[in-house]
């Protein structure tokens, strides 16, 4: 019973991070926007998280995805990273540019956890916006904050199989 309240409460600041970023994003706010670009977002994105569980990984989560969301700001309902990189990755074809998407995707999926994460996603994210690629940043969110074998399985199927899940 423990766990499913853990996750909804994860889910829930999932729900808050992502409403907030793109309500930030509608409203025109370049000083909020700003802010979460350069990672500079502490007076932001703190208030929003609940999680007592473990805070101090949500709110590392929180300002990753905020940071990421900063730099992108294109979001979308659909599909994981994985699933965002494999269309950056389509979008290159066979070119020299998709060896280089690979690289780079495999680095990220084979990650070992947040702190190498938090050094590689945001470069990637901006190839995504730099190509109109969208990211589903509430997804972001929670696989960031449950990274695991799992989480990167999910990420290489959708990367390497092309396989979209909801």
Avoid at 40 to 52: H, R
Avoid at 58 to 83: P, Y
Avoid at 124 to 149: E, G, H, T
Avoid at 153 to 160: G, I, P, T
Wanted: hydrophobic residues 35%; proline residues 2%; contains cysteine.
């Amino acid at each position: 019973m423990q766990s499913n309240n853990r996750n909804r409460i994860v889910c829930e600041d999932a729900n808050r991070i992502t409403f907030h970023c793109t309500r930030w994003f509608h409203e025109e706010n370049r000083g909020k926007l700003a802010q979460l670009e350069r990672g500079n977002a502490y007076p932001l994105i703190f208030p929003l998280i609940q999680n007592d569980y473990n805070r101090n990984r949500a709110e590392d989560v929180g300002l990753l995805v905020g940071q990421c969301f900063g730099i992108s700001r294109k979001h979308e309902e659909m599909g994981n990273f994985g699933s965002s990189m494999r269309r950056l990755l389509l979008k290159f074809g066979t070119t020299g540019g998709g060896n280089g998407v690979k690289t780079r995707a495999n680095r990220i999926i084979m990650s070992d956890g947040l702190e190498s994460l938090a050094r590689m996603l945001p470069g990637m994210v901006q190839w995504l916006k730099q190509n109109s690629v969208a990211i589903n940043f509430r997804r972001l969110y929670m696989d960031l904050y449950f990274w695991n074998s799992k989480t990167q399985r999910r990420w290489a199927s959708d990367f390497y199989g092309g396989r979209r899940e909801n």
